[in-house]
């Protein structure tokens, strides 16, 4: 089992940044994928960024390409996702998840494990 604990969101103006911390407990001795997603009130939740266990791969999807930056300290226990020039089309709530197996991926079905959210509210 893995725990995951987000923290870092809050309430920006259009242009802004921030950086959203997901710490990892458990069996974290196991290589894992990372991924970040995020929900939209009344929408589906959706792929943002997902990083390998190695850290060498990230993808994004399109609409953050340029602006949201996924990292991880696998000594820290710890995955990141730097958001800069946010839109008010970004505000979600904001959720990481991980899934066994160094390979990243985009399906939200591929990830067993996830934690509580962090609300990001951009303004505009």
């Known amino acids: 089992q893995v725990q995951l604990v987000e923290s870092g969101g809050g309430l920006v103006q259009a242009g802004a940044s921030l950086r959203l911390t997901c710490a990892a407990s458990?069996?974290?001795?196991?290589?894992?994928?990372m991924g970040w997603f995020r929900q939209a009130p009344g929408k589906e939740r959706e792929f943002v960024a997902t990083?390998?266990?190695?850290?060498?791969?990230?993808y994004y999807t399109d609409s953050v390409k340029g602006r949201f930056t996924i990292a991880r300290s696998n000594a820290m226990n710890t995955a990141y996702l730097q958001m800069n020039s946010l839109k008010p089309e970004d505000t979600a709530v904001y959720y990481c998840?991980?899934?066994?197996?160094?390979?990243?991926?985009?399906?939200?079905?591929?990830?067993?494990?996830w934690g509580q959210g962090t609300q990001v509210t951009v303004s505009s």
């Open positions: 998840a991980a899934r066994q197996g160094t390979v990243p991926a985009s399906n939200v079905n591929e990830y067993a494990y």
């Open positions: 458990g069996r974290t001795a196991s290589g894992y994928a």
């Open positions: 990083i390998s266990w190695s850290g060498t791969f990230t």
